[in-house]
């Protein structure tokens, strides 16, 4: 089992910056990669960004070149670095964690972007 804690969302005007935090405890080794997601109401959860334990990434075409996904081994973080922020960016963010046995979750962080 994983368990996951993340961190870092709220409100901030278009054109801003957040940083999410997601920090991993429990079955770390089972990790194969971690990442975010988002859910807009009424839609669908849509990967944004994933990272694997070697740093391989792959970011959503819609973020890409405004969003980084990067994570600290040491401390068992991954953290997803949102600039450039558009309202259509407003969603509640999920970090996920892949792991042998399956995926675990954590609660999820609002984002708003204001425009």
């Known amino acids: 089992q994983v368990q996951l804690v993340e961190s870092g969302g709220g409100l901030v005007q278009a054109g801003g910056s957040l940083r999410l935090s997601c920090a991993a405890s429990g079955s770390r080794f089972t990790i194969v990669s971690m990442g975010w997601y988002r859910q807009a109401p009424g839609e669908q959860r849509e990967l944004v960004a994933a990272i694997t334990p070697g740093g391989t990434t792959n970011i959503a075409n819609s973020v890409k070149g405004r969003f980084t996904i990067s994570r600290d081994n040491a401390k068992n973080t991954v953290y997803l670095q949102m600039n450039g922020l558009k309202p259509e960016d407003t969603a509640v963010y999920y970090c996920?964690?892949?792991?042998?046995?399956?995926?675990?979750w954590g609660q999820g962080t609002q984002v708003t972007v204001s425009s």
């Open positions: 996920n964690a892949a792991t042998i046995y399956g995926y675990s």
